[in-house]
């Protein structure tokens, strides 16, 4: 936690099975699948919900219908997608052990949320922290989730190499899906003494 430990309240969340987190702040609620294999995946990021009780019956509206691959219907993607959990497009982890280890899948990931308030008014968030291990590949990923009040959504990914041998990271990339109605993309791009300018992109495909 990196607030002062009198301002966070820390809950396990580890589910035995798989069940969904509700975060909300500044009027914006985020919705995380989350399981005991698995990496937490967004299942709604947009306006508050005003009911949010009932993770069975959020599971079961989720759920797809029976199909022939992954390709017709791909299941809740994890918020670093993975070729190891059936995801088919560019993984979020890529990288190799000297040619080895190129597919991770993580076999136990355990759930804490933290709950801070700020030191000040409007400074408080709500953050999932993931940890998850890979027996076979010798990894250790940490993911956050994190919900500020002012509605604003973070998200980052650390990598650990567990094993002795070098482990080449290509690329750490966590993504989150986007509905439908999102068409704009705001970055920051500039150069020495004039950073930080903001730009806007249309979705492209790749």
């Known amino acids: 936690v990196d607030t002062p430990s009198e301002l ?26 989350l399981g005991p294999t698995t990496l937490p995946g967004v299942v709604h990021w947009g306006r508050a919900l005003s009911s949010t009780d009932s993770p069975a019956e959020l599971l079961r509206a989720l759920g797809t ?16 997608p993975l070729h190891g959990s059936g995801w ?13 280890g190129w597919s991770p899948a993580f076999d136990a990931v355990d759930h804490r949320l933290v709950e801070d308030d700020g030191a ?21 990923l940490r993911t956050e989730v994190e919900l ?3 509605g604003v959504l973070r998200v980052r990914a650390v990598l650990r190499n567990t094993g002795v041998q070098p482990f080449e990271v290509m690329n750490l990339e966590p993504a989150i899906a986007v509905p439908a109605q999102a068409v704009e993309l ?18 492209e495909i790749g």
């Open 148 to 150: 500020l009040d002012s």
């Open 186 to 203: 705001l970055d920051f791009t500039g150069h020495h003494v004039h950073e930080r300018h903001s730009q806007r992109h249309s979705f």
């Open 8 to 33: 966070a309240r820390a809950v396990r969340t580890t589910p035995a099975e798989e069940t969904v987190l509700a975060l909300t702040r500044g009027g914006t609620t985020v919705l995380l699948r």
């Open 88 to 100: 088919l497009g560019r993984p979020g982890l890529l990288g190799h052990r000297s040619g080895h």
């Open 65 to 80: 219908p029976p199909t022939d691959s992954v390709i017709t219907a791909q299941e809740v993607v994890g918020i670093l």
């Open 120 to 140: 000040e008014p409007g400074t408080g968030r709500l953050r999932l922290e993931s940890e998850a291990i890979d027996t076979v590949a010798q990894l250790a």
